[in-house]
């Protein structure tokens, strides 16, 4: 372990081969692994996935690692908050109850950029060098619209840490739902045995018990009244839009309802806050394709039975963009766990 490392009375890794060592006795002790990949400024979202794994694994182990091939020339690689202190105290108190005894953190890996990219690697995608993953024809729609290159990032990164960590199960959130669907397509594509797809879980979003905003690492940025008072309007648009739809509204009616919520908080903020909408739109989760504008809920489930709605949406508060999503109807057939 690199003595610039915090002390910690979990176990951390920072190479590959110090990682994979403890991993070889996990493996000759036949024990479950399950993993959460983060990149830290850890909150109770987080907590929900480790606690997951701690109740469903005999070892529980996350990775802390902020990817910069996720992250566009003009995004907010430099300033993402790195709390890494603070994420082993808040894990180092995780303690859960599972099989008679309690089960607590096994190990974090925290490599260092040139360990997960020995080449050097570059925001600009037409300077990199190297070997990257593309899921072709599901990271364009949805957020990949706003952020395109975001998910060869994410895959890559994803990849690497899969095939480090090598997880019996790994768990992902809700709220970054395209995410978690695109990265079970890649374990599917790739054949991968750690973990298998149907051993990548999703679990609900975690949200503020007051104003119901989606916890994320970039609520940081927010000033308290910005938090309370003008964020919590994209789940409130949202929840808008589902009432519109599980009333028999067109998708189109939908959103016109959702960015009426928007619209009333922008004139009740005026020029206090700078609140811009990205999108909110409706897709299929299977293929992440927007939904027709004149489809109904009832139109939509006669025709593909079975078959959820992602209703997602991201907003601008000030320079902080947010996101958040809402699943319209079967959660279970996403592998969505309660």
Known sequence: MS????????????????????????????????????MGALHEGHLSLVKRSL??????????????????????????????????ELLSALAVAAHGGTRVPSAV???????????????NTEEQKGTFVEVKGYGHQMEGRTRPTFFRGVATVVTKLFNAIE????????????????????????????????????VP????????????????YLTAQEREEVAPVLYAALQSAKSA????????????RAQAVIQNKKREVGDATDLRLDYIEMNDPESFEVLPASVSRKEWEAHVPDNPVILSGALWVRKTRLIDNLVLGARHTLGIVE
């Open 3 to 38: 003595s610039s490392l915090p002390p910690s009375s979990i176990p951390l890794f920072d190479t590959v081969a110090s990682y994979r060592e403890w991993r070889r006795k996990a493996y000759a002790e036949e024990k479950s692994v399950g993993y959460v990949a983060t």
């Open 167 to 202: 997880p019996t199960r790994t768990y992902f959130g809700q709220k970054d739902i395209q995410q978690a669907l695109l990265l079970r397509r890649m374990t599917r594509d790739l054949l991968l045995s750690h973990p298998e797809p149907h051993n990548l879980f999703i």
């Open 245 to 256: 739809w599980e009333s028999g509204a067109s998708k189109a009616g939908c959103i016109q």
């Open 205 to 220: 979003t975690v949200r503020d018990s007051t104003t119901s905003l989606a916890l994320s690492s970039r609520n940081a």
């Open 55 to 88: 109740a469903e694994n005999d070892l529980t182990v996350l990775s802390i690692f902020v990817n910069p091939a996720q992250f566009a020339p003009n995004e907010d690689l430099a300033t993402y908050p790195r709390t890494l202190r603070r994420d082993l």
């Open 109 to 123: 890996f925290v490599p260092a950029v040139r360990e997960m990219y020995p080449g050097g690697i570059s925001q």
